[in-house]
């Protein structure tokens, strides 16, 4: 009887997220993490969005707090904040431009470059330069 017990307490100190447990894991969708931007923001997202439409094959998707833009492996994503969207490039150098925030190692041959987006006319030049050699980078 006491071994029955200790196998259940075992089985359930295992957290698995699951539809029922945490709804909003499996309900993320752009229109969820976008939803409540400024004017300005929101117009911002629709031009990077339409940007991303221009490249070849590729796959949208919201997951967590952030939208993600894959090919095999995700070339950046975007964190909507209240006053800002946190855009991340994955490139194989170390770009220093003032543009972005910062950049850090993501791994050995990946560097993660940070950039705050708060207008739309920043989804031009050197931020779409960068997207497109993170897109081809694979």
């Known amino acids: 009887m006491k071994k029955q017990k200790r ?13 029922k447990s945490d709804p909003d894991i499996w309900l993320t969708t752009e229109e969820a993490l976008t939803q409540g931007l400024e004017p300005d923001l929101f117009d911002a997202w629709r031009k ?21 833009f894959s090919k095999k492996t995700c070339f950046f994503f975007v964190r909507p904040h209240k006053s800002f969207l946190e855009v991340v490039l994955f490139l194989n150098e170390h770009t220093k431009l003032p543009e972005f925030k910062s950049v850090k190692a ?4 990946k560097f993660a470059h940070t950039f705050r987006l708060v207008h739309s006319d920043q989804v031009e030049g050197e931020l779409t330069d960068a997207i497109e050699r993170a897109y081809a980078r694979e």
């Open 7 to 19: 196998k259940s307490r075992k089985a359930s100190a295992l957290k698995v997220s699951t539809p």
């Open 48 to 68: 990077l969005r339409d940007f991303s439409r221009t490249l070849p094959e590729h796959r949208v998707y919201a997951s967590g707090k952030a939208i993600m």
């Open 106 to 109: 993501a791994s050995k041959v």
